[in-house]
């Protein structure tokens, strides 16, 4: 069986109550239960231990983030849970270095991560249409999420040794979050998942079966 480990991000701040992601997070726990996978759950706004979420991370086969974005950002409080649970993974199976030697410091940024073998995958929540990303002229300059905003994300987990899985974005969620679009974003994103680990299953059973050879 697969382990999953899930973070809910979706912090409650100001007139955010963080509802979108809550219910992101049990389309995700119960797709994945149901396709028999061992699921963990954290939620950034309950008390937690460092030392205890790092062996979360050390357990999960596979790590997926449910996180708004705020001012270009993800939350305040899912900055300082990657703060604080990264730090307790030090030399704790996150990571270990940044990489380099002493010797010939110039080269091998980036290298120490102790979590190959494992994959990642995250999902960002927004007001800003997905035409913000995709229109000349309008505000991101035809960059996407990903190699946009999320650049510095995806290079986080790629120090740990983490390889990433294709997220999915919901955009348009204040303005325009009909019940009619909400449904469909469910319909789109369960269909996600769905091709994703099975992709997921796929490469670990292939991975184990090289192994036993």
Request: glycine letters at 8%; hydrophobic letters at 30%; a negative charge.
């Amino acid at each position: 069986m697969e382990k999953v480990f899930i973070l809910n991000g979706g912090q409650h701040f100001a007139h955010s109550g963080g509802k979108f992601n809550e219910t992101l997070t049990h389309w995700t726990s119960s797709f994945l239960e149901q396709q028999h996978y061992d699921v963990r759950i954290t939620d950034i706004n309950d008390p937690y231990d460092p030392v205890q979420e790092a062996e979360n991370f050390k357990w999960a086969d596979v790590v997926i983030y449910h996180t708004p974005i705020w001012w270009f950002h993800v939350p305040n409080l899912l900055k300082k849970y990657i703060d604080e649970v990264f730090t307790a993974g030090h030399q704790n199976g996150i990571y270990s270095s940044d990489g380099r030697s002493r010797s010939n410091p110039e080269i091998n940024y980036g290298t120490g991560g102790l979590m190959h073998g494992k994959q990642y995958m995250v999902t960002s929540t927004w007001n800003a249409p997905n035409t913000a990303f995709t229109l000349e002229g309008e505000f991101f300059d035809q960059r996407s999420v990903d190699d946009g905003v999320l650049f510095g994300f995806h290079k986080m987990n790629q120090f740990t040794g983490m390889q990433r899985i294709d997220g999915f974005h919901f955009h348009d969620l204040e303005k325009n979050a009909t019940p009619e679009r909400i449904e469909n974003y469910r319909i789109q994103y369960l269909n996600h998942l769905a091709n994703k680990f099975q992709s997921v299953n796929t490469q670990n059973h292939e991975s184990l079966s090289h192994s036993n050879h």
